[in-house]
């Protein structure tokens, strides 16, 4: 079965400082993960997917996240964080063989001006 | 291109009534999935249609259906509601289903927020 813990419920940076939100996955197989952001009262929007093709994964407004099999993580960084990126972050692993998306628990981002 | 499109986007509703919410996929996507977000359980699946059928299902109580027309709209029913299914219920599309090692995103709509009083 498969399935992601978000290790951070909150996580508050000041503006311009490293963001770093951490997840580690579970998955019998080669895990298909997902990093979506969820401004409030918006939809879910994909930051960026794993596609096994590389395991440094460049995603929009600056996001990245590794994937570390050795370590079952796919943590989330920006550099510089941004007053916009405050929202809340799901990360997300695939069914094997299915369409149906397993979500984290979330972690809200906070930026401090 | 236009995105995954959900309506209504908010309705209120009273305990023992049933409700339809809408979801139109982005053009050329067949695959719809839905999910219920509270803030309790957080994001949850409910189901999964393609060309017309039920594909998957998650662990939802029968009250919870759904069904996907032949131009790839799709639309979930709850009946008899009770207050537990107040919750942003969000409709996503993809091209095709996601098998063995295809991956295909899935693009998320709004939702529709529903609150059962």
């Known amino acids: 079965a498969q399935s992601v813990t978000q290790l951070d419920s909150h996580v508050s940076?000041?503006?311009?400082?490293?963001?770093?939100?951490?997840?580690?996955?579970?998955?019998?197989?080669?895990?298909?993960?997902?990093?979506?952001v969820q401004h409030p009262n918006k939809g879910l929007q994909l930051l960026l997917k794993y596609t096994s093709a590389a395991t440094l994964v460049k995603g929009i407004n600056g996001f990245e996240a590794e994937f570390k099999k050795s370590e079952t993580s796919f943590h989330l960084t920006k550099p510089s964080a941004h007053m916009s990126d405050a929202a809340e972050y799901f990360c997300v692993v695939r069914?094997?063989?299915?369409?149906?998306?397993f979500f984290g628990t979330g972690t809200r981002l906070t930026v401090i001006p | 291109k236009a995105?995954?499109?959900q309506t209504p986007r908010y309705l209120?509703?009273?305990?023992?009534?049933?409700?339809?919410?809408s979801c139109s996929p982005?053009?050329?996507?067949?695959?719809v999935s839905w999910y219920q977000q509270t803030p309790g359980q957080g994001?949850?699946?409910?189901?999964?249609?393609?060309?017309?059928?039920?594909?998957?299902?998650g662990n939802f109580p029968g009250r919870f259906s759904g069904r996907q027309f032949s131009n790839s709209r799709s639309e979930m029913n709850v009946s008899t509601l009770e207050l537990g299914d107040s919750a942003l219920y969000l409709?996503?599309?993809?091209?095709?289903?996601?098998?063995?090692?295809?991956?295909?995103t899935q693009y998320f709509g709004p939702g529709t927020r529903l609150l059962v009083l």
């Open chain 1, 13 to 36: 940076v000041s503006e311009g400082t490293p963001v770093l939100l951490r997840c580690n996955y579970s998955s019998s197989y080669s895990p298909s993960l997902f990093w979506y």
């Open chain 1, 95 to 101: 069914s094997t063989g299915a369409n149906n998306l």
């Open chain 2, 3 to 5: 995105g995954v499109t």
């Open chain 2, 12 to 21: 209120i509703k009273t305990r023992g009534q049933q409700v339809t919410l």
């Open chain 2, 26 to 31: 982005i053009s050329g996507h067949r695959s």
């Open chain 2, 43 to 57: 994001l949850q699946f409910l189901f999964e249609y393609f060309s017309e059928t039920q594909r998957n299902k």
């Open chain 2, 91 to 104: 409709c996503a599309s993809s091209r095709r289903p996601g098998t063995g090692n295809i991956q295909e």
